[in-house]
């Protein structure tokens, strides 16, 4: 397998941890701003599943903030939730369940206080996204909240340019490549397939969501949570 083909990043599973602060400038603080919302919105969480789980760096911070939960954490590549399985399991009396599967065909019997899928479902074409939104609704407890973030389509042509050429500068001054920059923004609409920010909190509110807001934009990024 091209290894830069083990999931659906524009990087390798090993090498995703070492970039993904380049390609996404606030990447920490979609983590930051999870485990705070959580704090407000479910203070005592007994179970979170993170869908879309990528290396596990969220599943880990949870754990920093919140302790031993009932974990669960799914993703539809196997080389991530290997690299999640290494750096989860450093950690001592911790015990995670790993799903291999998107958040569109996940199969979990349990539910949960808390379900997150940071950058996850962007990737996904509307009927597969919906689908993946309905699964997070239904595999909530009651009064439990919902939590993504996403890469976003602006409202506008002429925003889509300002906002795609402010992501490439923030990617440059990180110190990535202008062939890699390139390389990764010729993936918006194609590999990447972004929503607006008015339809993100549409879906949230058909699906049945009795709370949706936002939570958190900036660029090309957005957060958003539904509490069921």
């Known amino acids: 397998m091209n290894s830069t083909k083990d999931n659906k ?20 603080l979609f983590h930051d701003e999870t485990v705070n919302l959580v704090k407000f919105g479910m203070p005592k969480p007994n179970s979170w599943l993170d869908t879309g789980c990528g290396t596990g760096t969220l599943i880990l911070r949870a754990i920093q903030e919140f302790g031993k939960l009932n974990f669960v954490a799914a993703d ?41 899928a940071i950058l996850a479902h962007h990737y996904l074409d509307i009927e597969s996204r919906i689908k993946a939104t309905r699964s997070c609704f239904q595999m909530l407890n009651q009064g439990g909240i919902y939590i993504t973030f996403e890469t976003i389509r602006p409202n506008s042509e002429q925003g889509k340019a300002i906002g795609l050429e ?9 110190g990535k490549t202008p062939q890699s920059v390139d390389q990764h923004l010729q993936r918006y609409g194609i590999d990447l397939l972004p929503i607006t920010i008015e339809s993100h909190l549409d879906l949230l ?12 934009a900036s660029g090309m990024q957005a957060g958003f949570y539904g509490i069921k």
């Open 166 to 174: 402010r992501w490439r500068t923030a990617q440059l001054a990180n």
């Open 9 to 28: 990043t524009s990087q390798s599973a090993l090498q995703y941890d070492a970039n993904i602060d380049k390609t996404i400038p606030s990447y920490r």
């Open 76 to 116: 539809p590549s196997e080389a991530m939730l290997e690299v999640a399985r290494a750096k989860l399991a450093e950690l001592s009396g911790v015990e995670v369940k790993y799903i291999l599967a998107g958040t569109e065909q996940l199969c979990c019997a349990d539910t949960f206080d808390v379900i997150t």
């Open 205 to 216: 509110r058909k699906v049945g969501f009795r709370t949706v807001e936002l939570l958190w």
